[in-house]
T-cell receptor
Framework: KNQVEQSPQSLIILEGKNCTLQ??????????LRWYKQDTGRGPVSLTI?????NTKSNGRYTATLDADTKQSSLHITASQLSDSASYIC???????????FGAGTRLTVKP | NAGVTQTPKFQVLKTGQSMTLQCAQD?????MYWYRQDPGMGLRLIYY???????DKGEVPNGYNVSRLNKREFSLRLESAAPSQTSVYFC???????????????FGPGTRLTVL
């Protein structure tokens, strides 16, 4: 079973709407949790990073939250744009060996 | 700065053929990584090099070899390709191995490999 599970697998929204993507993880202990954006045919690019003691981190219209007690994180996208169409990947770094565990991603499509 | 570059972008191989995927970074990073990305799965670490002159196995090393040629370059070799190695391969680099808030991995554009 994957140690990082993301939902939904895919999502379609209209331009200008908000959306929230979910990440549940079992990695423990962990040192930080990142959200990456991956455009089609490109490598992932970091959006946010939170340590285990942080609850929220923003990057423009992207806001990530972390609840270390329930082992859940979310990425909220405000006022979506066509350029937000991409896969969003949740990544948890293991505390003991620095290995990163990647979720399978949520494929977001923003339609005009 | 080009960041992390990978060649080739696409490759088709027949079962049993060999090939080397090339990766280079111009950020003077110490650590470099090779991942594979398969549909419905997260990226998985194949091998990494924490610093020049060292290499270590990751989560899925079987069927692969790597060479840290110098600080800039890290290559991945498939000695005898198998259909199970059909995947998208990403190279990444970071200033150091420890993944902290101030140290992130930068990814290349990927190589799409198909093994028939």
């Amino acid at each position: 079973k994957n140690q990082v599970e993301q939902s939904p697998q895919s999502l379609i929204i209209l331009e200008g709407k908000n959306c929230t993507l979910q990440c549940n993880y079992t990695v423990s202990p962990f040192s930080n949790l990142r959200w990456y954006k991956q455009d089609t045919g490109r490598g992932p690019v970091s959006l946010t990073i939170m340590t285990f003691s942080e609850n929220t981190k923003s990057n423009g219209r992207y806001t990530a939250t972390l609840d270390a007690d329930t082992k859940q994180s979310s990425l909220h996208i405000t006022a979506s744009q066509l350029s937000d169409s991409a896969s969003y990947i949740c990544v948890v770094t293991m505390y003991n060996n620095n290995d990163m565990r990647f979720g399978a991603g949520t494929r977001l499509t923003v339609k005009p | 700065n080009a960041g992390v570059t990978q060649t080739p972008k696409f490759q088709v191989l027949k079962t049993g053929q060999s090939m080397t995927l090339q990766c280079a970074q111009d950020m003077n990073h110490n650590s470099m990584y090779w991942y594979r990305q398969d549909p419905g799965m997260g990226l998985r670490l194949i091998y990494y090099s924490a610093s020049e002159g060292t290499t270590d196995k990751g989560e899925v090393p079987n069927g692969y070899n790597v060479s840290r040629l110098n600080k800039r370059e890290f290559s991945l070799r498939l000695e005898s390709a198998a259909p199970s190695q059909t995947s998208v391969y990403f190279c990444a680099s970071s200033e150091r191995r420890q993944m902290s808030s101030y140290n992130e991995q930068f990814f290349g554009p990927g190589t799409r490999l198909t093994v028939l």
